[in-house]
């Protein structure tokens, strides 16, 4: 009779723990995007969204504690930093600026001047950066000529809402490899845009936006990785949640050494997420590192 009573109280506990464990996906998110991926380009996918330790590099925070600010090598320079999208914050150029050797550009036309907090050493160019040259857009391979940098230790940062696919479309693994810093928010990966992505650019094809992302690991190591916590996470097809939007720190490849990470995602840097809902939901859709 005992043994019936244990084996009646394990099921009990076995049973909340599938119920109550967050297991499944309705139990802590609610609401998510659908990926239109195959199966096995979602498994690709979610390896390249997988962040790695790198020998040798530590992190902080440069910017604000929320979205703007990024997660990056600690101590590192760099020769000039080249900024895609302004919006209404440049905490993160202002930080960054006593890394740089040379010039710090922001470039965006939507904006009509930097904001009032900018340093003033930072230089705007009121022009967009997409696939092609015309009258409000320029690309970044054109604007990397003017720098004349060969050493390959530019950085960049891009987060113009969805235009980072073009972008990465224009760069050859030469251009990419004259950056050893680059932080970009990328959206609505995994589908094609269909909601509350933020994802305003030419580019909706899940495939084509996965085969940029393939493109940039392809030179660089991804290392960090924040989910925009207001969105809602992809669902793929297995019941696996990744993020739909996130903020991405990738470092240059050539002459480091790579590991599975030991880091636990979101770590102390990330921004802070007082909302319990929100703060479950990021956790939730940051699981797939470990499995």
């Known amino acids: 009779m005992k043994t019936y009573r244990v084996l009646i109280v394990f099921g009990i506990l076995v049973l ?7 297991s499944t996906i309705e139990s802590y998110v ?3 995007h659908k990926s239109n991926l195959t199966p096995s380009q979602e498994r690709r ?4 969204m997988k962040p790695v330790d790198v020998e040798g590099i530590s992190f902080e925070r440069l910017g604000v504690d929320g979205d703007g600010g990024y997660v990056v090598p600690l101590g590192h320079n760099y020769s000039n930093h080249i900024c895609l999208g ?8 202002n930080a960054i600026l ?10 965006d036309h939507t904006v009509s001047k930097l904001p009032d907090h900018a340093d003033p050493r930072i230089k705007w160019v009121k022009k967009g950066v997409g696939e092609n040259e015309n009258a409000e857009l320029t690309t970044l391979p054109r604007i ?8 390959g230790d530019m950085s960049l940062k891009m987060d113009i809402e969805g235009w980072e696919f073009p972008v990465l479309k224009t760069m050859s693994r030469d251009d990419l490899n004259k950056f050893d810093l680059i932080v970009t928010e990328l959206h609505c990966m995994g589908n094609n845009g269909d909601k509350g992505g933020g994802d305003s650019g030419p580019i909706k094809d899940s495939t084509s936006k996965l085969e940029a992302l393939e493109k940039l ?6 290392v960090h990785i924040h989910p925009t916590p207001h969105c809602l996470p992809l669902e793929l097809s297995d019941g696996t949640l ?3 939007v996130a903020e991405f720190t990738f470092v240059k490849k050539a002459g480091r050494l790579a590991k599975k990470t030991q880091r636990t995602f979101p770590t102390e840097l990330d921004e802070s997420v007082l909302d319990p809902t929100l703060a479950k939901r990021r956790k939730a859709c940051l699981r797939y590192i470990t499995k």
Request: aromatic share 14%; charged share 20%.
């Open 98 to 107: 006593n890394r740089i050797k040379g010039h710090v550009v922001c470039f």
């Open 217 to 222: 690991c392809d030179t660089h190591y991804l």
């Open 86 to 93: 302004v919006g209404e914050d440049v905490t993160y150029e």
């Open 45 to 48: 996918l979610v390896e390249l």
């Open 144 to 151: 990397m000529k003017k720098f004349n940098s060969t050493g």
């Open 16 to 22: 909340f723990a599938l119920l109550f464990n967050g």
């Open 242 to 244: 990744i993020p739909y």
């Open 30 to 32: 609610g609401e998510t």
